[in-house]
Structures are given as structure tokens and as C-alpha cells.
């Protein structure tokens, strides 16, 4: 995945820093040399920097959507393969699905944009008078329509795939959702392999490697969060954001000696070394909180 490291920094905005990864430049420079249908490079150069603007948008369609379910945001990393939003929404599933949803909603607020474009340009005679400029816009106009139809593949880590997870998290809970999105992302992944060697394409090929990769870990961590789930739960105890219980047992590692101890058994002290832990990591929704915040008051009788 892209990250920061090996990132430089654009610009900020909304509060959201956006970077630009180092191998992007190779991106530009492979795509812009290739031979299309513009007389000149300059015109091979618009199209794919149209082509990451979009991607941008489509970006902070999901910070801005995250926020709004009370979620946090971080950067947005521009990379080959498209970009990347940090975001955590909270762990629901209809917090999950808007902020995976409002991607794909920007691509679709642009089509009819981009449309009006094209008709006005095609009216005005500019495939005539100005042929480039209304080759790029019609281009646009496509990959923008090419990118929403891809993205909406129901193959995890696609946001199609993210949005059939959300969806099935309503019915089959948090860790089988995401272990049926993450097995329908290998069975669909299969055929986009079978169309990179059918078209002997390298760049879908390493998109195909890059979403493998993707659905191994989303595997994974479907296996751990079941683990989880189905562990005993300390009762006088709930995180204050999802209000679960935390585990029983010796579950957490201490970061100075590295021993194992339960954390609300010895009320945050590491009994191996003596470190004293105030806050601590919620297993279920990943939220951090002070360890006193999370005892809760017994039951009153009445």
C-alpha cells in the first residue's frame, strides 16, 4: 500500500494533507510517453493529470464522509494504482458503508458534469476547430465512467467489495462480512487475471497482485476479529466509544519487557516489570481510551 514514507506533501486542504508517492512519477512518465491519439505530449499529460484529479475528488469524497459519521481522517496518498484515504470510521456498519459510498458518488455527480461538457463542446464544433481539446474532454468523460464501473466490482478491496461487506455487516456481523468479502474478492480476482493474460496486460496483472494481496490480509484479519468474538468478556467494563466489553485473559503485550498480562485484571500495571499503562486500545472497534473511563457503574436495585 502507499503511505507517507517516500511521499512528498502538495497541499492541504480541509485539513487533509495530500502526498504524492515518489513511484507516481514513474506512472506519469510511462503514460505520457506512450504514443495516443493527441499530436503532442502536453495533451497525453492533461489526460492523465484529468485522470488523477479525479481520483482525488473521489478521495475526499471518503474523508469528508467519514467525518461526517464522526470518524478520523488522516492523509490522502496519491500512488500508480490510483490513491489512497486514510480514514477510520467508526466500527458500524452503516458508518462503514457511507464513507466507502461517497467515493463512487463523486464519479457519479461527475458524469452528468462531464457530460454537459462533452454535448456543449461537441455543439460549439470543437471537434472541428479544436479536435485535442474535445478528445480530452470526451476522455475524461470516459475514464470517469471507467473507473466507477471498476471501482464498483464487488472484489475487496474495491470500494464495491468494501460496500458488499458493509452491507452483508447488517445480517452477518463484523468478522463474517468481511471474510465473505474478502473469499468473493479472490473468486473475482481470478478473472481479472485471466483478462491480464488474455490482453497480456502488465498493469492489470500488478493491479490483480495488488488486490491478492489486499484480500489475503482482509482474510486474515476476518479470522482474527472471529477470534475475538467469540472470546469470554470482563464484566464492570465496556470501551466508551462501542460500549463492549473487553476480553478475559492475558491479552495484551507489554511495550517495554514484551510480556503478556491482562491489562483490566492488574488495572493497567504490567506485573512482569512494573509499567504502569493508563490507556489502552479497544479490541472490537479500535478506539483508544483512558483505562479509568472504561469501568462501569454496577447495576442499581430498585
Not at 74 to 101: E, K
Not at 143 to 171: A, C, E, K, T
Not at 183 to 207: D, E, H, K, P, T
Request: with cysteine.
Amino acid at each position: 500500500m502507499a503511505t507517507r514514507s517516500g511521499s512528498a506533501r502538495l497541499f492541504r486542504l480541509f485539513g487533509i494533507d495530500v502526498y504524492v508517492h515518489w513511484s507516481w512519477f514513474l506512472t506519469f512518465f510511462y503514460f505520457t510517453s506512450q504514443p495516443r491519439q493527441y499530436p503532442n505530449y502536453g495533451w497525453n499529460a492533461l489526460e492523465v493529470l484529468s485522470l488523477f484529479l479525479i481520483v482525488l475528488i473521489h478521495e475526499f469524497g471518503h474523508q469528508l464522509a467519514c467525518r461526517q459519521v464522526g470518524g478520523k481522517t488522516s492523509d490522502i496518498v496519491l500512488w500508480p494504482l490510483g490513491g489512497v484515504a486514510y480514514v477510520s470510521p467508526p466500527q458500524r456498519p452503516g458508518a462503514q458503508l457511507w464513507s466507502i459510498a461517497a467515493g463512487p458518488l463523486v464519479n457519479v455527480i461527475l458524469i452528468p458534469i462531464l457530460s454537459v461538457l462533452v454535448s456543449i463542446s461537441g455543439h460549439l464544433g470543437w471537434y472541428d476547430t479544436y479536435p485535442n481539446a474535445y478528445e480530452l474532454i470526451h476522455n475524461v468523460w470516459l475514464i470517469n465512467i471507467v473507473l466507477l464501473v471498476f471501482n464498483m466490482l464487488p472484489i475487496y478491496p474495491l470500494d464495491g467489495g468494501q460496500i458488499l461487506r458493509s452491507l452483508l455487516w447488517f445480517i452477518l456481523g463484523r468478522a463474517n462480512s468481511l471474510m465473505v468479502a474478502s473469499i468473493i474478492g479472490f473468486i473475482g480476482v481470478a478473472g481479472l487475471i485471466g483478462l491480464a493474460i488474455y490482453w497480456q496486460s502488465l498493469w492489470q496483472g500488478i493491479m490483480a497482485a495488488f488486490i491478492i494481496m489486499n484480500c489475503w490480509g482482509g482474510l486474515k484479519q476476518a479470522r482474527a476479529l472471529s477470534r475475538i468474538a467469540k472470546l469470554p468478556r470482563r464484566q464492570g467494563f465496556a470501551c466508551p466509544a462501542c460500549k463492549t466489553s473487553p476480553p478475559l485473559g492475558e491479552l495484551w503485550n507489554c511495550g517495554k519487557c514484551g510480556g503478556k498480562f491482562d491489562l483490566f485484571l492488574t488495572q493497567g500495571l504490567c506485573p512482569h516489570c512494573g509499567t504502569q499503562f493508563n490507556a489502552t486500545q479497544c479490541f472490537d472497534c479500535g478506539e483508544s481510551n483512558q483505562i479509568s473511563k472504561w469501568a462501569t457503574p454496577p447495576p442499581i436495585d430498585i
